[in-house]
């Protein structure tokens, strides 16, 4: 089945270790983006890639890093100089980044905890 | 500056009453796209329904329903007749401009209680 897949889905970082999260699509999409999620705060967007090779700061991109060597693959890096780095975090795709009227899909989700 | 707000953080109701989530955006592009995902438990997002900045027709779909009014920049989503598996978090978002990023609200919490 098509799709994204993330893992881990549970992931215990001690402070000052550096964690990746992982998340592949399956789906052929060009367009790959990472959120993190917060309660009351919505989703905000750490990275995104519109190709391969290429991907760009979003709103929130500070102690994190990524890199997008395949289509298929966008790890994102979750480094020591990330201050709060305990949430929810959301991969997603989409066919085309200048489609605006494809929807994004999502994975199922890695919950960061900080211990 | 694009924005997105969904005023209302949680809302409670009872099985088979209707229950409407507003969304409010901010855009100067005149060629967007709004959006309603549904977020149950498991955490994947879920898409609902997508609408144009050129079409303000409403849609429904079912039980759902969305109203959008370009006139008060608003994307409104109805729940006629709420159930149980109604409850989950329900986002609404924008998308414009050529890098397709997806500017999301804060959320709302729907809770329908039997």
């Known amino acids: 089945d098509g799709g994204i897949t993330q893992s881990p889905k549970y992931l215990f970082r001690k402070e000052g270790q550096n964690v990746t999260l992982s998340c592949e699509q399956n789906?052929?999409?060009?367009?790959m983006y990472w959120y993190r999620q917060d309660p009351g705060q919505g989703l905000r967007l750490i990275y995104y890639?519109?190709?391969?090779?290429?991907?760009q700061k979003g709103d929130i991109a500070e102690g994190y890093s990524v890199s997008r060597e395949k289509k298929e693959s966008f790890p994102l890096t979750v480094t020591s100089a990330q201050k709060n780095p305990t949430a929810f975090y959301l991969c997603?795709?989409?066919?085309?980044?200048?489609?605006?009227?494809?929807?994004?899909?999502f994975g199922q989700g890695t919950r960061l905890t900080v211990v | 500056a694009q924005k997105v707000t969904q005023a209302q953080t949680e809302i409670s109701v009872v099985e088979k009453e209707d229950v409407t989530l507003d969304c409010v955006y901010e855009t100067r592009d005149t060629t967007y796209y709004l959006f309603w995902y549904k977020q149950p438990p498991s955490g994947e997002l879920v898409f609902l329904i997508r609408r144009n900045s050129f079409d303000e027709q409403n849609e429904i779909s079912g039980r759902y329903s969305w109203n959008f009014q370009k006139s008060t920049s608003s994307f409104n989503f109805t729940i006629t007749a709420s159930q149980v598996v109604d409850s989950a978090v329900y986002f609404c978002a924008l998308r414009s401009g050529n890098t397709g990023k997806l500017i999301f609200g804060q959320g709302t919490t729907l809770q329908v209680k039997p």
């Open positions: 890639s519109q190709i391969v090779n290429d991907f």
């Open positions: 997603a795709s989409s066919i085309d980044p200048g489609r605006l009227n494809t929807e994004a899909f």
């Open positions: 789906l052929n999409h060009d367009a």
